[in-house]
């Protein structure tokens, strides 16, 4: 895609993020719950979408620029925004991994090209430098376990959410073989903060020999 090709897909993306935000408004003022969340939850993939598009935009610049080559600067920019993070837990004398980002939405149905959004393809990236950068042997088994930060037990990540399940596929082959049952045991734990700033999603990756202590200290956290 050539880069007004973007611009115009951009401005076209934004056209529809500016309609429905507007319907937001009118359904607010008239009291129509149901309409309101089906709104905001098509806002929410436009306005993902549109981000994507700006990425990918200065991907490309990154690819034709001199002066702005490095997308290393990109992904940085992109993760201290987001608050994503990728980091080796140092308490632990063997491989514990910690991936930090917002909250993932609770069994949220999506539409597969939907899935991909900013949020999971931020944290992809984060994954991909972080692996490169310290060399990470992915596990032969592993013990993923999700720990969600909300208000409502409701919110908690489980099976179902396909946010998660791209996130997962992400890790494949950086810190996953696979993530098949028989390579990945999936555990989903739920922790309860009064405010909407605590509210986030944490991912720990440990061998399956050591998972034990790794779900103690998650448990009590």
Known sequence: MTLIQYIENIEKT??????????????????????????????????????????????????????????????????????????????????????????LLPNIRRQHADCNNAVTASVKEAIISFCREHNVEPFKRATMTILTYGGNPRMMVDNDNKEASVVQNGLIPFFLYDDSPASCNNIYYFKRVDSKEEYRTEIYLVDTEHDIEVMKMVKNI
């Open 14 to 103: 934004t056209e529809k993020l500016l309609k429905e935000t507007r319907s937001l408004r009118e359904y607010y003022d008239n009291d129509e719950l149901e309409r309101f969340e089906r709104a905001a939850k098509r806002g929410m993939r436009i306005s993902s979408n549109l981000y994507l598009l700006y990425r990918w935009l200065l991907y490309s610049v990154c690819q034709v620029s001199p002066t702005y080559n490095d997308t290393k600067i990109l992904i940085d920019d992109e993760c201290e925004m987001m608050d994503i993070s990728v980091e080796q837990l140092e308490e632990f004398d063997y491989p514990v991994y910690k991936i930090s980002l917002p909250i």
